[in-house]
């Protein structure tokens, strides 16, 4: 496993293959199928907390509905909560109709693994994207990951993605110059992640 690759494999076993604090920030969006959204967590909440570097931050995406739930299983896995951030809806909004609400922004959970110590620039908590859905049906707008990793890495740092589906998250990592990791279990989500990551020109500055 090279600090710079992306593996076809079930997340469990990807973090099985990585040594304690070795990571510097996990920046991730899990599934959120009603059969699978609670494991996922749990074993981003547990691996997490092992792999990252102290005072290295997991940032997560989150679902509305099951945030509460998502941020105990952070607490429970000795992860310090850092702060909320929301990325706001552009385009299509979602009914939530076990709510009854439209759900105008997305919900990005900050932990930080003890001991807790702040940014060191100042940020905005209100991230602003646009609907991006060319190559997967869950994909998330690289303008968004961009954003987040400049604010919360640094030179250098190892940024890990165990959901990576298409690939978002790593393509950011690789347009700022950081390593990265990414696990996918599908193989034809992990090919298209690997077909993006072959893009040019890869400068961050490409994609705002
Ligand atoms: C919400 S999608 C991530 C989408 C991504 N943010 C993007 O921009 O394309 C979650 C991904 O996690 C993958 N996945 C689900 N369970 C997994 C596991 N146990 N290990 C690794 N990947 C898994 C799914 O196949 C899916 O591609």
Redesign the pocket.
């Known amino acids: 496993m090279t600090s710079r690759s992306l593996i076809n494999?079930?997340?469990?076993d990807?973090f099985a293959g990585l040594e304690d604090e070795s990571v510097d920030l996990i920046l991730?969006?899990?599934?959120?199928l009603k059969e699978?959204w609670e494991?996922?967590y749990q074993?981003l909440a547990t691996q997490g907390a092992r792999v990252l570097k102290p005072s290295g931050y997991l940032i997560s995406?989150c679902g509305h509905i099951n945030l509460n739930h998502i941020m105990r299983i952070m607490d429970d896995a000795g992860l310090a909560y850092y702060w909320l951030f929301s990325q706001a809806n552009h385009g299509a909004k979602c009914l939530v109709h076990a709510r009854h609400i439209i759900a105008g922004f997305k919900p990005i959970i900050i932990y930080q693994k003890p001991p807790v110590k702040p940014l060191n620039r100042i940020t905005l908590d209100m991230i602003t994207g646009q609907r991006?859905k060319a190559?997967?049906c869950?994909?998330?707008d690289i303008h968004e990951?961009i954003h987040l990793l400049r604010t919360f890495s640094k030179t250098g740092d190892l940024v890990l993605?165990?959901?990576?589906?298409?690939?978002?998250?790593p393509l950011a990592a690789k347009a700022l110059g950081l390593s990265y990791l990414g696990?996918?279990?599908?193989p034809g989500?992990h090919a298209i992640?690997l077909g993006r990551m072959d893009q040019e020109p890869l400068t961050w500055e490409a994609f705002v």
Do not use: R
């Not at 991730?28 to 959120?32: A, E, G, N, V």
């Not at 993605?161 to 998250?169: E, I, K, L, N, Q």
């Open positions: 494999c079930d997340c469990k990807g991730t969006d899990p599934p959120y699978v494991g996922a074993t995406y991006s190559y997967h869950w994909q998330q990951a993605d165990p959901f990576t589906g298409s690939g978002t998250v696990f996918e279990i599908d989500t992640a």
